[in-house]
């Protein structure tokens, strides 16, 4: 199956508009498989950082209105929720997306 390469300029552009909507701030692009929580081909795995006063609501909003902007499934991985080797690994294997 093919799957679209991601257009870093249009996801810098949505992450942006995702960032002035909720306390977050995404950080790049995570390996395809590393995460393991999101299964559509076509998604992907974002790292990102909690700004005060996120919220679960907040961050479940956040995937979804990401995802309908970049039209793919859109995973949302907290770096203060990574624990141990993933901790160490997902910000050294992730590719920036300099918002």
């Not at 995570?30 to 990102?48: E, N, Q, T």
């Not at 956040?62 to 991985?77: S, T």
């Amino acid at each position: 199956m093919y799957v679209h390469p991601i257009d870093y300029a249009e996801l810098r552009k949505h992450a942006a508009a995702v960032e002035a909507r909720y306390p977050i701030k995404i950080l790049g692009v995570l390996p395809r498989g590393s995460v393991g929580h999101l299964f559509a081909v076509s998604g992907i795995d974002l790292l990102a950082e909690k700004r005060p006063g996120l919220s679960l609501l907040d961050l479940c909003g956040a995937e979804i209105d990401l995802g309908e902007l970049i039209q793919r499934p859109v995973g949302i991985v907290l770096v203060s929720g990574l624990k141990g080797r993933e901790a160490e690994e997902f910000p050294r294997l992730m590719q920036p997306i300099g918002t």
